[in-house]
Structure formats: structure tokens, C-alpha cells
């Protein structure tokens, strides 16, 4: 898993209706107050914060690292997805992805 840190770009892999956000909603880590606590800013296309929430690693990925300016791979974000799983899960997963290949 990619640790995150101050100012990486981090996408919501649970909904947060309390806040209304929702699965894929992308912000910034605004503040670190440990290694799972992390206060994130939303915002809309003006800039204006719409949530302030702090947040635990096992609800979202990170997508840009502010430390290397980069945005990580699919590979890296499904793999990080992937990391948030239960077992059956991945095992849905695994199936859903084979069925891919054979249809290439």
C-alpha cells in the first residue's frame, strides 16, 4: 500500500453520504494527525471546499503523490483496491478477470 502523505490526491473507495461524497469522489490531504487519520478537502470546479472530513486509510486510495508529482498506474490503483479486499473478494475479483482475458 502507498502510504499517504501531506497534499497527495486521494479517491474514495467507500460513499460518504454524511458528506456527500460518493465511491470515485477525488481530494486533498490537507492534514496528517497519524498514520490513520487524515484530514481530506473536497472541492468543487470553483475551488470551494464542499467537505472537510478526516478519514482513515481504508477508505480511500491515493492517486497523485505530491512528494514525486506523478500519478500512480492503473496497475497501482487496482492494486490498492485490491489490498482493501476480503479474501472472497479477491477471489470475485480474480474470476471477473480471467473472464476478461478469454474474451480477448
Not at 500500500?1 to 490526491?9: A, R, T
Not at 477525488?26 to 471546499?49: K, P, R, W, Y
Request: charged share 25%; net charge negative; with cysteine.
Amino acid at each position: 500500500m502507498i502510504k499517504p502523505e501531506l497534499f497527495d490526491i486521494v479517491e474514495l473507495i467507500v460513499s460518504l453520504p454524511e458528506f456527500q461524497q460518493s465511491i470515485g469522489s477525488q481530494g486533498s490531504i490537507v492534514e496528517c494527525h497519524d498514520l490513520n487519520h487524515f484530514e481530506v478537502e473536497f472541492s468543487d470546479e470553483a475551488g470551494e471546499t464542499t467537505a472537510l472530513c478526516v478519514l482513515s486509510p481504508q477508505q480511500f486510495i491515493v492517486v497523485w503523490q505530491a512528494q514525486t508529482k506523478q500519478w500512480l498506474t492503473n496497475t497501482d490503483k487496482i492494486t490498492a483496491i485490491f489490498d482493501h479486499l476480503s479474501e472472497h473478494k479477491r477471489e470475485e475479483v480474480l474470476d471477473f478477470a480471467r473472464s476478461l482475458y478469454q474474451k480477448v
